[in-house]
């Protein structure tokens, strides 16, 4: 096979772009489609400082490279879950990753913050420990930027995670959801940061390709809870559909994007308030993050 | 030729040259889940491996509520 661009042999083939690229190629092709992204969305200016959440994977780290190569001024956080070796190692990858490039990675423990590492969450409220962990994320991104200056927080989710989330969604119509999904959520309070997924155009299978051809050097194995998530399960159904019909994944999510999620957009937008205890933003009256520290606290 | 694959790590033998395409689907792994690695380059579907080639599958699937 041989690259669309130049002719040399191919290390890479799209089938849903029917293309296949070269090393060098394909890297002008992955940081073409990130900027794509940022412009179509206005993720963020040129001169913005950007947040960006990194796990130590392939995906954030990808990010994180991309906008340091087009010159963006970043700060890395990373979120130190305290999942036995995998956060122990991810954790080392971010900070060579940080160190190699001369960027700035801040690190929040959730022991710290929450009284427990994810594990001990997961026993305490008996709930799939990825429930627990994707609040904590959520909220810790969200109050570090704030507390930081920060006004945009980016993320690695890619294609494939998006569009997981979004046959999730469709599964169950969940519409409340489907109006929230979108690779760019716009500040809807003085409290919330803008969050941002460059990478929702790019599969994760080109987000590894990405990251193996500019030797970056990512935690391949697996969070240990990862195996029993519902995400995989809806991963691997599409990646099914997109082995049968290339493009599959793309049309989508994109599709969604462009000319259903309208439909979906909410016109009575729920009231937000001021969690009594710290501050950040919640529906209610005592925030999802801050219930969960009483109860990590309770059971300790 | 040797053929390792992640999560968890284990190795298999391959006999015989063939195409990529052809030891993906032997191992029934699709294509869009996994890189294929030789070395320090990536192979696409339609090229030959054998002999004393050691490939890497990597699978491409991160997790869980990110
Ligand atoms: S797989 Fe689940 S528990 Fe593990 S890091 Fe991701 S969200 Fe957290
Ligand atoms: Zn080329
Ligand atoms: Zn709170």
Redesign the pocket.
């Known amino acids: 096979m041989k690259c669309r661009k130049c002719g040399d042999r191919a290390v890479l083939e799209l089938r849903r772009h029917n293309a296949a690229f070269c090393a060098a190629d394909f890297v002008d092709f992955f940081r073409n489609q990130v900027r794509e992204a940022i412009r179509r969305y206005r993720m963020f200016e040129r001169d913005e400082h950007v947040l960006v959440a990194v796990?130590g994977g392939k995906d954030s780290l990808a990010l994180w490279d991309v906008l340091l190569e087009d010159g963006y001024r970043t700060s890395g956080l990373y979120l130190d879950?305290g999942?036995f070796d995998y956060s122990v190692e991810s954790h080392a990858k971010c900070e060579a990753f940080a160190a190699a490039h001369g960027a700035e990675l801040i690190v929040v423990r959730v022991t710290e913050e929450i009284g427990a590492p994810?594990p001990v969450i997961k026993d305490v409220t008996r709930r799939p420990?990825?429930s627990g962990?994707?609040l904590s994320?959520r909220y810790l991104m969200n109050r570090v930027a704030l507390e930081r200056g920060f006004s945009v927080v980016a993320t690695g989710h890619n294609l494939d995670d998006e569009a997981a989330t979004l046959f999730g969604s469709v599964m169950h119509w969940q519409t409340e959801a489907l109006s929230r999904q979108s690779p760019a959520l716009a500040s809807t309070h003085p409290k919330l940061v803008r969050r941002v997924k460059p990478l929702y155009r790019l599969s994760e299978r080109e987000t590894a390709a990405y990251a193996f051809l500019r030797a970056i050097d990512y935690i391949v194995d697996?969070?240990?809870?990862?195996k029993g998530?519902t995400s995989i399960a809806h991963k691997e159904t599409l990646n099914r559909m997109e082995d049968a019909s290339p493009g599959a994944k793309h049309n989508f999510l994109l599709g969604f994007l462009d000319r259903a999620r309208p439909a979906f957009e909410r016109v009575d937008a729920v009231p937000l308030n001021e969690c009594a205890r710290c501050g950040q933003v919640t529906t209610g009256t005592v925030c999802a993050f801050c219930k969960l520290a009483e109860r990590v606290k309770r059971a300790g | 030729m040797k053929v390792i694959l992640r999560n968890p790590r284990r190795e298999v033998e391959v006999h015989g040259n063939r195409r990529v395409k052809d030891v993906l689907r032997e191992l029934e792994v699709l294509p869009e889940t996994v890189l294929v690695i030789r070395g320090d380059t990536m192979l696409t579907a339609d090229q030959m491996v054998g002999g004393d080639d050691v490939i890497e599958l990597r699978p491409v699937m991160s997790?869980?509520?990110?």
């Open positions: 796990s879950l999942i994810i420990p990825c962990c994707g994320k697996e969070c240990p809870f990862a998530a | 997790g869980g509520s990110r």
